[in-house]
């Protein structure tokens, strides 16, 4: 088993599609194992997106996931971090069918997040779930 990070991100929070995002990975076996609702300071963004800082969209992408507030899942199941990599699509033209490839209208804001390695998803779930991490909830 593994778990991994998702960020429903503010975009499509605002557009009313958490359920339908959550229910793309549930339908597939996935699982919930941690869920939280909030909204990102600046620096935690820079934190969370470090790997990007010196890339030129960052300031455009903090601005992004700090325009509103987000939901943070934790998605457990077997394969789970590349599992729901697949069900998200590409960073760029996504393909119908998979979350991005659906829902998302711009490279910015394409609606969710999700861990690309085991080594970011313990990274990125100590960031948004330092409590369940540390007390190792699984
Ligand atoms: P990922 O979310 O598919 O893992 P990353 O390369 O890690 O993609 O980039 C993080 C986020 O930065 C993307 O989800 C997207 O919101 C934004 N982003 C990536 N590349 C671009 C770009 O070329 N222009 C604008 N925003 C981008
Ligand atoms: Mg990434």
Excluded: W
């Amino acid at each position: 088993m593994e778990k991994t990070l998702v960020l429903v991100k503010p975009d499509a929070v605002e557009r009313g599609l958490c359920g339908e995002i959550l229910r793309r990975f549930e339908r597939q076996g996935l699982r919930l194992a941690g869920l939280k609702l909030l909204h990102l300071t600046r620096k935690q963004a820079v934190e969370h997106y470090a790997e990007h800082r010196d890339r030129p969209f960052f300031p455009e992408l903090l601005d992004h996931i700090t325009s509103g507030p987000l939901v943070a899942a934790i998605i457990t199941g077997k394969d789970a971090i590349a599992r729901v990599r697949r069900l998200i699509g590409a960073t760029a033209e996504a393909v119908p069918g998979t979350i991005r490839g659906d829902f998302a209208t711009s490279v910015t804001a394409n609606v969710v997040h999700g861990s690309d390695s085991p080594e970011s998803a313990a990274r990125e779930l100590a960031l948004f779930f330092p409590l369940e991490t540390t007390l190792g909830a699984d």
